[in-house]
């Protein structure tokens, strides 16, 4: 049809997935045939219209540079570039189309699997618009106001081909994570301590990483050249040689055709970040403090993919001569590489339930890993929790204390009188009379604003098919207050710099999980009364200029919020910052 909608292609062709070809880094990156690495990636099906146009994601083809809006049809059941030319990728507009709704929709459904549900935007509408052209400048941002990942151009000139941000498998992602995050925890974008910023940043790359990690070719590419056998030296797999050379190469290749090489991806696969890093200044900057989890999540991934070759690693070949292998099979390596990469991703995505609402630091993610991780694999038969704890350790990040209780153990249980079990799946006001009922057994002061923000049922899958089921709510808690009324509630001086009229805006919360029959089992929490956290926030706000146009403290940055991201991501071709 003309408007691009196949109904007879619904009815008669049931699906659950399409097989796109994506390009798998970007364009500069070439396999071994020196053509531009690409990769076959399965995609969630969707019907799709001109656009092309999902049920979560559409393509809004409008370049404002040029005033040109351009239609694209819908995504066929064959692949129209499976075979395409290199030029054919760079040049059409709706292979543009194709790589940033494939590589969206994949980010997703990534999230979605590890999560069990359907995840929400920070937006009120149910499709995220992805616009490939959006102005010309090398940047790429997601904004909450347009509901949409904007992404930007480098025009063609006589020195260098046209570059385009939405070619680049990598950025695609990151930006895809932005609002994925922003969905799941849009406190996040509140004024904080330095770290909550910091994970937006870290946690993109992370994804964007392991994403690309997760397609074989990429590993099959950075592991080097086969022999006629398909095999390679023993030695290329070794845990230094997989640091320093494999993940060290891919990172360094990651966005580089804008940037020259993505600063705190490459450095954080070269070296760990100094042991005192948390005292350093530079290491406020969202990017740089981001560069601390990227490389943690290095270390874990060479760990976990060293683990899984193993088996692999100890049975002989013709070449070998004390039982152990020499060569080892180049497909099988980077089959195991993949397959780590997945495995960490679905890890590291599925502690986001577990974190808290609001005042995230990098020990909360530790701690909800391994939280998630316990409730699905409760036999940690491989040791990848203690692995965990050890890498974030070694990084100064240690497991926080006193910020879960573990109600099921909890003397008194909580009280569930005239409550109903099924709304506490479902139902924020449910939830409320819960929380009211029990908020003196379960430490919450109600002398504050309180608000239940989200109640999302889940089901995860473990490694042996068990399901658990769940519910997760969140809650929030918030009072305006004077920097004088601060000081009288909790005993503290003031930092410097911040005089006692100044208005100040404080957070706390907390995430709720429920078992499958509706009981509590975790309390995960951050106590708005926790005036030290409070106080160190302040400061750090106060120190780092981050007022509102009225000079208030905690309410914002005096920007719209949605325009936080295209100031981090600010770039140009010669500042070597990126992402």
Known sequence: MSDGIDFANDVGQPRTHMTLRLIAQDPSVLGEDQQILTAQVRVPWSRTEVGPRGARLHVVDYDTATGTYYKHPAIPSEDPFADASDAQLKRERAFHAQQVYGTAARTLAAFETALGRRLPWGFANHQLALVPHAFAEANAYYSR????????????????????????????????????????????????????????????????????FSMRPVIERALGQADKNGRIKRARVEPAALRQNVL??????????????????????????????AKKPEFDEPHRRGEVLVAVTFELLVEIWWKRLQPLLSRPNASDGDGRGVTVDRARAAEEGARAASQLLTMLIRGLDYLPPVEFDYGDLLNAVLLA?????????????????????AAGIRLPQNRVTDVLTAQPPPHYLGINFAGLRSDRDEVFRFLWLNARGLDIPTNYYTVIESVLPTQRIGPDGLVVPESVATYLQMVNMTAREFTDESGLELPSGVDPGTSVQLFGGGTLVFDQFGRLKLHIFKPLTDWDRQLRR???????????????????????????????HSSDLSSGEAW
């Open 248 to 277: 060290a190469k891919v990172a360094e290749q990651i966005g580089g055709v804008l940037t020259q090489g993505r600063g705190a991806l490459r450095e954080s696969a070269r070296k760990p970040p100094p042991a005192d890093w």
């Open 145 to 212: 106001e347009d509901g949409a990942l904007l992404f930007g151009y480098v025009p063609a000139d006589a020195d260098r081909e046209a570059v385009y941000t939405c070619l680049s498998h990598d950025v695609v992602v990151h930006e895809t994570t932005h609002a994925v995050l922003d969905g799941l925890r849009r406190r996040y974008l509140e004024p904080a301590l330095p770290d909550q910023a910091a994970f937006h940043e870290g946690f993109a790359d992370i994804v964007a990483l392991l994403s690309v």
């Open 538 to 568: 302040l400061d750090y706000l106060a120190k780092t200029g981050r007022r509102d146009a009225q000079q208030r403290l905690g309410f914002s940055e005096g920007t719209a919020r949605g325009q936080a991201f295209a100031r981090l």
């Open 373 to 393: 991780d316990a409730e699905v694999v409760p036999d940690d038969d491989l040791g990848y929790r203690d692995l965990l704890i050890e890498r974030f350790e």
